[in-house]
């Protein structure tokens, strides 16, 4: 089969199409013929050479793919070849097959092209499992959602929606703000021009955001827990503008206020396996019925893998770029 790798950890440029072994599962895995994969940031990261693959999964990226099961293994039942699903991988994604235990794999949800809902495993499991297992968020009440355009904010923002909350995004430019209000959003601030806590403040008649996403990192940290409501929860995805910031722990404690890190990759397998479930029980009836939806800004080709990872580092992508095989 065919698959994007790395001849060495630097830019795009070292991303080329090889000629890979096919896949085999094992006993509690499925390999699925991929027609589309999902770039997301932490490609860019494993590309740079500073987020390797967890052991065992294969050494080129992809975290997320839909497509048909092709083979499965001899403990899997649910699964035979032919369905077409979508799967949350550990790696190994930008290839023609992809192999990934089957706890981790979904049907692909009705109402959606197959190849667009390679956009939905990541990003749908990072925002569920964000918004409600760690951030508690609750019916009416106020998400602020960072990094609003990107692959996990335009489910984020349609999710929180979804459940019932307010929600306050922001993203580059005011163009972008407002695809982001046509999402779901309540108030969408152009970060380039606006200031977040005083939008935060003004939509909330002074009290502050209940739960804020954030994929900024420590340049924002300070300016976040400015946002907080009291008994606010702070969840930290990302880290794109730097990962050490001082935290005054006296502004925590009269805030009764959580600050929650997290990454989804890492995760061991029982509890992939369990947001899996969570996000077909609760998320999927959202997606079948439009409720939330896969935001893909462009389709290209495995051997435009760069060129998929020079817009990602753009920041002028809305949504997900796909790698179509």
């Not at 400015?226 to 910031?245: E, F, T």
Request: hydrophobic share 45%.
């Amino acid at each position: 089969m065919r698959g994007v790798t790395t001849t060495s950890p630097g830019g795009p440029e070292k991303l080329t199409v090889s000629e890979l072994p096919d896949q085999t599962p094992g006993p509690d895995e499925v390999v699925i013929d991929v027609v589309s994969a999902g770039v997301n940031r932490a490609d860019l990261l494993q590309r740079a050479g500073s987020y390797p693959p967890p052991e065992g999964a294969p050494e080129w990226p992809g975290l997320e793919v839909a497509g048909t099961v092709a083979l499965v293994g001899d403990r899997v039942s649910g699964w035979s070849p032919g369905d077409r699903v979508v799967a949350l991988l550990d790696g190994g994604g930008y290839a023609e097959q992809a192999r990934v235990r089957a706890s981790q794999v979904l049907p692909a949800p009705d109402g959606v092209d197959l190849v667009d809902a390679a956009a939905l495993p990541e990003a749908v499991c990072t925002a569920w499992n964000n918004l409600v297992d760690v951030g508690r968020l609750a019916r009416d009440e106020w998400l602020v959602v960072h990094g609003g355009s990107g692959g996990v904010g335009t489910v984020a923002i349609q999710l929180g929606a979804a459940l019932g909350a307010h929600v306050v995004t922001t993203a580059g430019g005011p163009d972008r703000a407002a695809r982001c209000r046509g999402l779901g959003a309540t108030v969408a601030v152009d970060h380039r021009a606006e200031d977040f806590v005083a939008a935060v403040h003004a939509a909330t008649a002074g009290r502050g955001a209940d739960v804020v996403l954030d994929v900024v990192g420590a340049a924002y940290l300070e300016r976040n827990l400015d946002a907080l409501a009291p008994d606010g929860r702070l969840v930290v995805i990302g880290m794109q503008k730097g990962r050490r910031a001082e935290l005054d722990l006296g502004r925590l404690l009269t805030r009764r206020a959580t600050v929650a890190g997290t990454t989804l990759r890492s995760r061991p397998a029982h509890q992939k396996a369990q947001i899996v479930r969570d996000v077909l029980a609760h998320v999927w009836p959202m997606v079948e019925d439009g409720r939330v939806r896969p935001v893909v800004h462009e389709r290209l080709r495995l051997d435009e893998a760069p060129r998929a990872h020079e817009l990602l580092e753009s920041g002028e992508v809305f949504g997900k770029v796909l790698l179509v095989p």
